[in-house]
């Protein structure tokens, strides 16, 4: 195991508020920032992950790198993803010198911006992610990745407790909605731990929550699976068939002389699904049924004129 040494106090509000002002650096709220202080929490996440020497982890808000160390010391190569210029000074000055000189940490990668940008061209392929994401961004990341078909062998997401429910709900349930469905079409959820407020500094208003996402083996990308989803979810008072209608008829996916009334009870019906369902009530099993049924029509020209 590495040791790495000059870290900051990452356990006190004080000692961060003091290394923060030593380099006239402050707090900024809109891009939630909030340290979590808490020693033993910050081991469990990163346990959570279960990672090996060399293994590669994205990590998402990395702020003065607390998580970052216990990454870097587990000998994994981390690829970091912070918006804020000053604590992207603050990562390079503690982890990434000259490795050539013996400086330093080779297995340490900066990306700065904002990671909704900037994942996509600096995608190395690592197996892993772990982040402490500010809720403005959380559903949006995860739900992106998803659809694209980013998949990590395991994610460990600490957010505000809210969307912790809201990713991990179940069908049926008041928390149930598309960021449920996207997460649990790939990923079997477990809840890691609930964080109060006085786990972080500055203490947010809300208590957080983390979860261990593990990738299910076999799960495929398809590509009508998050626009049908979100589709279906969008009037949650509508039903299956009044939502899919509307997703048809705006889509341009049937192309003309094709009546998305009938084309959206069809396609239901060939799905298993009743038309009068709500999205509320389907898992992502009969997402994926309606996901496949659709393409499968679209690459077959007969189902057109048939309504
Ligand atoms: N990882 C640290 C911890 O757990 O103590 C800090 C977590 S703090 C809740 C969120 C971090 O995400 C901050 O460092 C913030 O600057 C960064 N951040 C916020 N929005 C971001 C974005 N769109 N892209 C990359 N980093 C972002």
């Known amino acids: 195991m590495k040791v790495l040494t000059n870290l900051p106090d990452y356990n006190s509000g004080g000692a961060i508020r003091a290394f923060l002002s030593e380099r006239g650096m402050g707090i900024r709220k809109k891009w939630g920032q909030h ?39 587990k000998g994994a190569r981390v690829r970091a993803f912070e918006i804020d210029p000053g604590f992207g000074d603050v990562l390079r000055e503690l982890f990434s010198g000259d490795p050539s000189n013996g400086e330093g940490d080779a297995s340490f990668t900066l990306v700065p911006g904002d990671v909704l940008k900037t994942w996509e061209q600096n995608d190395d392929g690592s197996p892993y992610l772990l982040g ?10 995860v739900g992106s990745l998803i659809e694209k078909g980013r998949f990590f062998r395991r994610m460990v997401i600490t957010v505000q407790k809210e969307v912790a429910l809201r990713m991990a709900a179940k069908r049926g349930g008041r928390d149930y909605s598309s960021i449920s469905v996207l997460c649990a079409s790939v990923y079997d959820i477990k809840p890691l731990m609930t964080l109060k407020a006085a786990s972080f500094y ?33 009037s949650r008072r509508k039903t299956a068939a009044n939502n899919l209608e509307h997703f048809l008829s705006v ?20 799905s298993g699904i009743a038309s009068k369902e709500r999205a509320e009530n389907l898992d992502y099993r009969a997402f994926n049924v309606l996901a496949d049924t659709l393409e499968a029509w679209i690459k077959e020209p007969k189902w057109k004129g048939n309504f």
């Open 202 to 234: 500055p203490p947010p208003r809300v208590d957080s929550a983390a979860l261990l996402f593990t990738l299910r083996d076999g799960e495929k990308n398809r590509t009508l699976f998050a626009p049908l989803v979100r589709a279906l979810f969008a």
């Open 132 to 141: 402490n994401l500010p809720y403005t961004i959380a559903a949006v990341l």
């Open 251 to 270: 889509s341009g996916i049937m192309g003309s002389g094709v009546r998305p009334r009938d084309c959206a009870k069809a396609l239901l019906s060939e």
């Open 35 to 73: 340290f979590l202080v808490n020693p033993r929490a910050r081991s469990v996440l990163v346990d959570a992950l279960d990672i090996k020497d060399r293994d590669g982890v994205f990590e998402i808000g990395p702020g003065m790198g607390a998580m970052t160390s216990l990454l870097l010391e």
